[in-house]
């Protein structure tokens, strides 16, 4: 790969000014400094630096888009935010040394609103007209399924974030890498849990967006359950951007006899409606668990609704990751700490981070960890690098399948479980509590 030039701090392609244009020349990217809130936090550390006269200096694009506008804003904003922290950290500490290269990196990003169409647009006009060096995905399976093929096309390394559905990694790509768990294995501890809180549970119904993403995890879930000697006694989906539930409401709440737990959901704006709907018309079940809205802070502004739902996460920031728990399990600890992490994002963004912030700081992190272990910026010997991969971050265990069935599917993380219960004030709090290992409270179940 060839060498570019420095180019001071981070440039970004401003969405709302790329979509002002619809399809007009291509937008140069205006230049965005690092917060001080940014520059005064800890960053992912450097390899100690030679003398100056033997380094020599790059740049390294790094082509995503964000969904700005449309339905998945809300995941996809945090998602871009934490990818954003870490290369602000990055470049403000002078970058990561990448064999005898200084590399600093440079985001040049589209709004995809939200769209496939846009998805397969822009990451076209990524590899072919941006030139970019590296990509990350943007946020969903649906949207990752699009912007992957045009990475292995291209012959760009693609880091998946925000993207679980199992069906990209089994498409023969050798350049697509997932940083998070499966879609297979994420509502399986769910079911594991309801048989340890209730062993006499027997019956499950099933509501779930016609999505991607959603239909992977349910489908597996139901087989898991099945396996398990459940009756599933409802599987059914609605379309995505559904806003009124009630047909599947009075539907779920007219079986006979009434299910021990619904689980499902989608994505955040249909799962925190149909959490709302749920209680809206008391609709009693002793465990409900739905899929990406619990773990968004955002969740708990649909008030009492919210008490008892369960929610499968990729990352909370109570997880117990560590440099002493790497090394008990005989392999290196890279990047910040959780709390370190945790810590830099409030200060950025004065909020706290969800899964899908941590999951876009990985994202670079790991991007990050194969550019450092690869000495090159050279496209096949950084995959050969994610490939050998097997460390452990903030965000957790990383290690992929390096199988031609499943190429890049990630193996090495694990999902914990959430519950939205209230404190001794009233206030509505998150808990880890499942699995048991890592809970900070437990269970409330029957849900209230």
Same mark, same amino acid.
């Given at each position: ?211 991607? +993403? ?30 009124? +539930? ?79 728990? =790497? ?111 890592? =809970? ?9």
């Amino acid at each position: 790969m060839k060498s570019s030039t420095l180019r001071l701090g981070i440039l970004l392609t401003i969405p709302a000014l790329i979509l002002a244009a619809c399809g007009g020349a291509s937008p140069t990217p205006a230049p965005a400094q690092p917060t001080e809130a940014m520059q005064a936090t800890s960053a992912p550390a450097a390899t100690a630096m030679p003398t100056e006269a033997s380094m020599s200096e790059a740049t390294l694009k790094i082509g995503f888009t964000t969904s700005q506008t449309g339905s998945l804003n809300t995941e996809s904003v945090r998602q871009a935010n934490g990818l954003k922290l870490w290369m602000d950290q990055v470049n403000s500490n002078g970058g990561i040394q990448v064999g005898n290269t200084m590399v600093k990196f440079e985001a040049v990003t589209y709004d995809d609103e939200s769209s496939k169409d846009r998805v397969q647009e822009l990451y076209t006009r990524l590899a072919t007209q941006d030139n970019v060096d590296f990509m990350i995905s943007p946020y969903s399976s649906g949207l990752t399924g699009a912007a992957a093929v045009i990475a292995e096309q291209n012959q760009k390394v693609m880091i998946t974030t925000g993207a679980a559905a199992d069906s990209a990694y089994q498409q023969g790509y050798t350049l697509v890498f997932q940083a998070y768990t499966p879609a297979s294995k994420y509502l399986s501890g769910a079911i594991d849990q309801l048989m340890t809180l209730d062993p006499s549970a027997k019956n499950v119904a099933f509501m779930y967006e016609n999505s991607s +993403f959603s239909t992977s995890v349910v489908t597996a879930a139901k087989d898991y359950a099945e396996a398990h000697g459940f009756n599933v006694e409802m599987f059914d989906g609605y379309d995505p951007g559904t806003t009124d +539930f009630s047909a599947l409401i009075n539907k779920v709440s007219g079986l006979d006899p009434a299910p021990d737990a619904i689980l499902g959901g989608g994505h955040f704006a249909d799962g925190s409606t149909l959490a709302r709907q749920l209680g809206e018309k008391n609709v009693s079940v002793k465990y409900l668990a739905l899929l990406v809205a619990p773990p968004e802070p955002d969740f708990a502004q649909i008030g009492d609704a919210a008490v008892g739902v369960v929610g499968p996460s990729q990352w909370e920031p109570d997880a117990a990751y560590s440099a002493d728990a =790497a090394s008990s399990m005989g392999i290196p600890y890279v990047g910040p700490t959780v709390a370190d992490f945790v810590s830099a994002y409030k200060a950025a963004y004065n909020e706290d981070p969800s899964y899908h912030s941590a999951g876009g700081y990985a994202a670079g992190l790991l991007l990050q960890t194969a550019l450092e272990n690869a000495g090159s910026t050279d496209t096949q010997a950084v995959a050969a690098a994610l490939n050998q991969m097997d460390v452990m971050t903030f965000f957790g265990t990383e290690k992929f399948d390096t199988s031609a069935e499943n190429h890049g599917l990630q193996i090495g993380h694990e999902m914990v479980y959430i519950q939205w219960q209230k404190d001794s004030s009233g206030n509505l709090v998150k808990e880890i509590v499942w699995p048991e290992g890592a =809970a900070t409270a437990s269970a409330v179940y029957p849900k209230p």
